[in-house]
């Protein structure tokens, strides 16, 4: 059994700052991908920021510049630093990591900017 659990997500005003924590737990053995996906209302979930194993990283063009993902493997704990914040980037953030054979997600963080 794996579990995941979101954390940092609220309110800020523009320009502002957020960092996302996702940690995991249960029998992993290993984690292939950390990841960091979002949703606003009306819209498809959409990849923001991933980070393999390996160290190579991976970001959707929107957030280039102002978000950085990084990992603590020893905790299994992936981040979201998220800076300069947009309106545009409201949404509910969900965490995701891939292991062998299969994948878990969070149950998602509320993220609101406000203008």
């Known amino acids: 059994q794996v579990q995941l659990v979101e954390s940092g997500g609220g309110l800020v005003q523009a320009g502002g700052s957020l960092r996302l924590s996702c940690a995991a737990s249960?029998?992993?053995?290993?984690?292939?991908?950390m990841g960091w996906y979002r949703q606003a209302p009306g819209k498809q979930r959409e990849l923001v920021a991933s980070n393999a194993s390996g160290g190579s990283t991976n970001y959707a063009d929107s957030v280039k510049g102002r978000f950085t993902i990084s990992r603590d493997n020893a905790k299994n704990t992936v981040y979201l630093q998220m800076n300069s914040l947009k309106p545009e980037d409201t949404a509910v953030y969900y965490c995701?990591?891939?292991?062998?054979?299969?994948?878990?997600w969070g149950q998602g963080t509320q993220v609101t900017v406000s203008s």
């Open positions: 249960g029998s992993i053995s290993s984690i292939n991908v």
């Open positions: 995701r990591i891939i292991i062998p054979k299969r994948d878990y």
